[in-house]
C-alpha cells in the first residue's frame, strides 16, 4: 500500500513535472524497492524517522545489492539512485527531511573497458612489418623505436613521448608516470638496439633532445602514433582495438602469458595498487585462469 509519503512524491512528479505515466511507474518502482531492503535492513518502519537513519553505510549496502546480488548493470543502479536523491530531494523541501548522506551520494562510476591486446602472433606480425631495413630512412627507423619502446617496455604514450635522447641507452631507464611519480623500467635488448639504430640516425641526438621528433620538428604528439597505427592496422587486417595504448596492454598481458608475477607487471606499469592492474587486465587474467587451470597438473585426472 502506497504511503502518504510516497504518494506526494509521485503527485508531485505527475502534476508538477509532468513526468510520463511510464517513469511515474519507474520512480514507484525504484522508491518501494528501496524503502523494502531499508526496512528490512534497518529493522524499523520507513517513515520519517526511518528515512532520516538512513545513512551512507546502508545506501552503500542496498547499492551493493543491486549490482552483487541482482546483477544489475550500473546505468541501472544510477538510475536508481537519481530516483532515490529526487525522492530525498522531495522530503527536504516538502516534509522538512534533511538526509545529506543520501542528498550528496554519488553515482556508482562507469569504468571505461580495459584496452583489447593482440595475441602474440599479431604483435610478431606488425612488428616484423614495420622492421627497417639498410634502406630505411629516419621516420621508419624512429616508428620502428617508438612501437617498440612502447610495446617492449609498457609505457604510457605520454610517458614515451616526454623520453629524451639520453633516457633510454642504460641498462634501465627512470620513467616519470602518472602524477610525478618515477619507476625504473629494465630495458631489454631488443628495444636497446632498436632505440639505437635510430639514435645513429637521428639529427640532433644530445642527451636532453626528445628522442621522437615531429616531422616539422620539435617532440612528437600522441595524435602522429595514433594515425600511424590506424594505417597499420588497415594494412595488416590488425584488430580495431589497437591503439597506443593496447600496446602498453599486450606488454602486461604478454608478459603474464609467460609467467610473470602480476606484483612484478603492477610495478612495471608504474600502478600504485595491485587492484588497479587487475582491474585493467581483467579479461586476460579471466583467460589466464582458464588456461592455467587446464595445464596446471592438478587438473590432469
Not at 524517522?49 to 552503500?60: C, I, P, R
Not at 545489492?65 to 544489475?72: H, M
Request: net charge positive.
Amino acid at each position: 500500500m502506497t504511503d502518504t509519503l510516497l504518494k506526494g512524491f509521485l503527485d508531485y512528479l505527475r502534476h508538477e513535472k509532468r513526468y510520463s505515466a511510464h517513469t511515474l511507474a519507474a520512480y514507484e518502482r525504484d522508491i518501494i524497492h528501496f524503502r523494502q531492503f531499508m526496512a528490512s535492513h534497518l529493522g524499523q518502519a520507513m517513515n520519517k524517522d526511518g528515512l532520516m537513519q538512513v545513512a551512507h553505510t546502508d545506501l552503500t549496502a542496498y547499492l551493493a545489492r543491486c549490482q552483487l546480488n541482482e546483477k544489475l548493470s550500473k546505468t541501472t543502479v544510477n538510475r536508481r539512485l537519481s530516483a532515490i536523491r529526487a525522492y530525498y530531494r522531495y522530503l527536504a523541501r516538502r516534509e522538512g527531511l534533511q538526509n545529506e548522506a543520501v542528498l550528496q551520494a554519488r553515482s556508482v562510476r562507469n569504468r571505461p573497458p580495459p584496452p583489447h591486446a593482440l595475441n602474440e602472433t599479431d604483435t610478431a606480425r606488425l612488428l616484423r612489418y614495420i622492421t627497417p631495413n639498410e634502406k630505411s630512412g629516419w621516420v621508419d627507423r624512429q616508428n620502428f623505436a617508438l612501437l617498440m619502446v612502447l610495446y617492449g617496455l609498457g609505457l604510457r604514450i605520454s610517458e614515451a613521448l616526454s623520453l629524451n635522447c639520453g633516457d633510454i641507452l642504460a641498462e634501465s631507464i627512470i620513467v616519470s608516470g602518472k602524477g610525478n611519480k618515477q619507476r625504473q623500467v629494465p630495458v631489454l635488448n631488443l628495444v636497446r638496439d632498436a632505440v639505437g639504430q635510430w639514435h645513429d640516425r637521428h639529427p640532433s641526438p644530445q642527451p636532453d633532445a626528445p628522442l621522437f621528433l615531429a616531422p616539422r620538428g620539435g617532440r612528437l604528439g600522441p595524435r602522429y602514433v595514433q594515425r600511424l597505427l590506424e594505417q597499420l592496422r588497415l594494412k595488416l587486417n590488425l584488430s580495431d582495438h589497437l591503439t597506443p595504448h593496447a600496446l602498453r596492454h599486450c606488454f602486461a598481458t604478454h608478459l603474464l602469458m609467460g609467467g610473470a608475477d602480476l606484483r612484478v607487471v603492477q610495478e612495471l606499469l608504474g600502478h600504485a595498487s595491485l587492484s588497479t592492474t587487475q582491474r585493467y587486465l581483467a579479461g586476460d587474467l579471466k583467460h589466464l585462469l582458464e588456461v592455467y587451470d587446464k595445464a596446471h597438473p592438478s587438473a590432469k585426472g
